[in-house]
């Protein structure tokens, strides 16, 4: 499913009007999400330009190998039998990627940080 989204995103332009929705978000309060530009992120990577999609979005540039090798080491232990982890993990990782996600989600929306908001 993963692979099937990203071919979409890949061959279906969110650049141009009309094929996707606005965020929520960015819709009511004019800021933007840590998500923001996501889906152009995505489309950029598709094409292969890592240039544009680190101007878009450099947090989701950021996550997709960490989310990439957490779905391999899933279907690899899928594929073996091998039971798969139910426990979400360190408390600490966890919550230092939540204060990630919000520290990025703020400085992107401060006036220093427009070079994050795309």
Do not use: E
Not at 7 to 14: E, F, Q, R, S
Not at 64 to 72: I, K, Q, T, Y
């Amino acid at each position: 499913m993963a692979v099937g989204a990203v071919a979409y995103v890949g061959a279906v332009d969110p650049n141009q009007p009309g094929h996707y929705p606005t965020c929520p978000f960015l819709l009511l309060t004019g800021l933007q999400c840590p998500g923001c530009g996501s889906l152009r992120t995505l489309h950029a990577l598709a094409h292969g330009d890592v240039g544009t999609a680190l101007g878009l979005n450099v947090l989701t540039v950021a996550m997709v190998p960490v989310l990439a090798f957490f779905w391999a080491r899933w279907a690899v232990a899928r594929a073996r039998g091998v039971p798969t982890r139910r426990k979400a993990g360190d408390p600490r990782a966890i919550w230092g990627l939540f204060a990630v996600v919000v520290v990025f989600w703020v400085v992107r929306n401060l006036p220093f940080g427009t070079f994050l908001a795309a």
